[in-house]
């Protein structure tokens, strides 16, 4: 794989690339025979995103990309970027792109037991609100989600706006916060190729004492190697 960092220009926060190689496509998951009714945590346990003790990783298997605490299985057809701090060079999320959408992926420290991400949601809704945006609840196979239209500045300098589509999945001792973009923000569908992209995730907490909604480390998987612009 090669890790490519992007033109040190931009912001603090910025994109850094992946480059896979070409593996055999990932067996699709079949939902379609799941109750409508099923939501929430009996929802996650049966389809995904896993905890390693619920699905233990397979280091033999070429599509398995090592992100530190999130393992991506890899599908032909999305691109896996890692947002990077210009300054120390650390991962702060995943992102998985593809023609017409993307989703930002980061995990958190939770209390076994305990939710979290009804508090969580509670917080990005006020946050858009305060910036003038908008968040609005709904009901999804995870549990609530949100909708945030968020007001930004377009290229040209003009006002916009930008929807993202949030949501939070309780894991045993972890959150992970999936954020969509484009298509999957305002047209969900489970057979949409990013959300059986997060379905197929495994999270490694680890054993560390850790406070909840500390984020969970994310690092550049050992096969790759960093190519300058």
């Not at 991962?91 to 969580?120: C, H, N, P, Y």
């Not at 973009?181 to 850790?210: C, F, H, N, Q, W």
Request: overall charge negative; glycine content about 8%; aromatic content about 4%.
């Amino acid at each position: 794989m090669i890790f490519r960092r992007r033109d040190k220009r931009r912001s603090p926060t910025e994109d850094a690339e992946l480059e896979a190689v070409e593996t055999p496509p990932a067996e699709p998951v079949d939902i379609s025979t799941l109750d409508e009714g099923v939501t929430g945590e009996a929802y996650r346990s049966m389809v995904g995103p896993w905890d390693v003790t619920e699905r233990p990783v397979d280091d033999s298997d070429p599509r398995s990309i090592d992100l530190g605490s999130i393992v991506v299985k890899g599908r032909v057809g999305f691109e896996l970027r890692l947002q990077t701090d210009k300054e120390t060079e650390a991962v702060q999320a995943i992102m998985l792109v593809t023609a017409d959408g993307a989703v930002e992926l980061r995990a958190f420290a939770k209390s076994r037991g305990a939710g979290l991400w009804d508090d969580v949601r509670k917080e990005i809704a006020a946050d858009a609100a305060r910036k003038g945006g908008t968040a609005t609840e709904l009901d999804g196979r995870y549990g609530t989600e949100l909708r945030v239209v968020a007001q930004v500045q377009t290229p040209d300098g003009k006002r916009g706006s930008q929807t993202s589509r949030i949501v939070g999945v309780d894991g045993p001792r972890w959150l992970l916060r999936a954020t969509y973009l484009g298509k999957p923000a305002t047209d969900p569908d489970p057979e949409y190729l990013l959300e059986a992209a997060v379905r197929d995730l495994v999270i490694v907490r680890g054993d560390i004492a850790m406070p909840p909604r500390e984020m969970l480390p994310l690092r550049l998987p050992p096969t790759a190697r960093k190519v300058e612009n």
